[in-house]
T-cell receptor
C-alpha cells in the first residue's frame, strides 16, 4: 500500500534549527515534495527532490534518500512566521497521473 | 489574479442536498487536480484532469462525487446527496502540464454538512 509518515507536531524557538522527517512506502517513486500550509490557507510549494541528496533554498533545505524511503525538511534561523503545517508528498508511479500522495502533515509551532 | 481561485470559500449545507464547488486554474495550466482535506487527515486525491484526456476518477470516494472540466479550464466538483462525512476542505490545484511539475493550490472551499 501507499503510506507516508511524519510527526504530528513539533515545537521550536526563534532562531533555532528544526528537522522534520518523512518516511514513505509507495509503489513506485517519481519525486518528493514539501509544502507549507498556514492555518486556513492553501498549501504552498517549498521544495522538490527526485535524486538522493540535499537541495538547499535559502533557510529551507530538503534531503532525500530513495533507498531508505526517507526525506527531511530542514528549517534554519526559525522565525515566528514559520509556524505552520509542513506536508510531505510523494508522486508515485502508479498513482493517477501525477497526483500526489500526502502525509498528514507536521504542525510546527515556533515560540519566542 | 495569477493564482488558482475557488468558490465559494465556505459552504454550509443540509444533509441530502447537492453542492457544486468551482475551481479556476492558473491560465495556461493543462493539469487540474481535486483533493479533499479532512480534519486531522492528509490531503486525499479525488480526481485529475489533463488536457482533453478522460479524467482519472480513481480517487473519488463514491458515485455521489463527480467532476467536470469545461473548455480545458474551469472545473466543477459536484457532490450529490451530501452526507456529514463529506464535511472537509476541498482543494483544487493546477500545474503547467502532466509530469513532475509543481502543483499550485487554490485557497479551498470549506464544506460543512449539517
Amino acid at each position: 500500500g501507499q503510506n507516508i509518515d511524519q510527526p504530528t507536531e513539533m515545537t521550536a524557538t526563534e532562531g533555532a534549527i528544526v528537522q522534520i522527517n518523512c518516511t514513505y512506502q509507495t509503489s513506485g517513486f517519481n519525486g518528493l515534495f514539501w509544502y507549507q500550509q498556514h492555518a486556513g490557507e492553501a498549501p504552498t510549494f517549498l521544495s522538490y527532490n527526485v535524486l538522493d541528496g540535499l537541495e538547499e533554498k535559502g533557510r529551507f533545505s530538503s534531503f532525500l534518500s530513495r533507498s531508505k524511503g526517507y526525506s527531511y525538511l530542514l528549517l534554519k534561523e526559525l522565525q515566528m512566521k514559520d509556524s505552520a503545517s509542513y506536508l510531505c508528498a510523494v508522486s508515485a508511479a502508479n498513482q493517477a497521473g501525477t497526483a500526489l500522495i500526502f502525509g498528514k502533515g507536521t504542525t510546527l509551532s515556533v515560540s519566542s | 489574479g495569477a493564482g488558482v481561485s475557488q468558490s465559494p470559500s465556505n459552504k454550509v449545507t443540509e444533509k441530502g442536498k447537492d453542492v457544486e464547488l468551482r475551481c479556476d486554474p492558473i491560465s495556461g495550466h493543462t493539469a487540474l487536480y481535486w483533493y479533499r482535506q479532512s480534519l486531522g487527515q492528509g490531503l486525499e486525491f479525488l480526481i485529475y484532469f489533463q488536457g482533453n484526456s478522460a479524467p482519472d476518477k480513481s480517487g473519488l470516494p463514491s458515485d455521489r462525487f463527480s467532476a467536470e472540466r469545461t473548455g480545458g479550464s474551469v472545473s466543477t466538483l459536484t457532490i450529490q446527496r451530501t452526507q456529514q462525512e463529506d464535511s472537509a476542505v476541498y482543494l483544487c490545484a493546477s500545474s503547467l502540464e502532466e509530469g513532475l511539475e509543481t502543483q499550485y493550490f487554490g485557497p479551498g472551499t470549506r464544506l460543512l454538512v449539517l
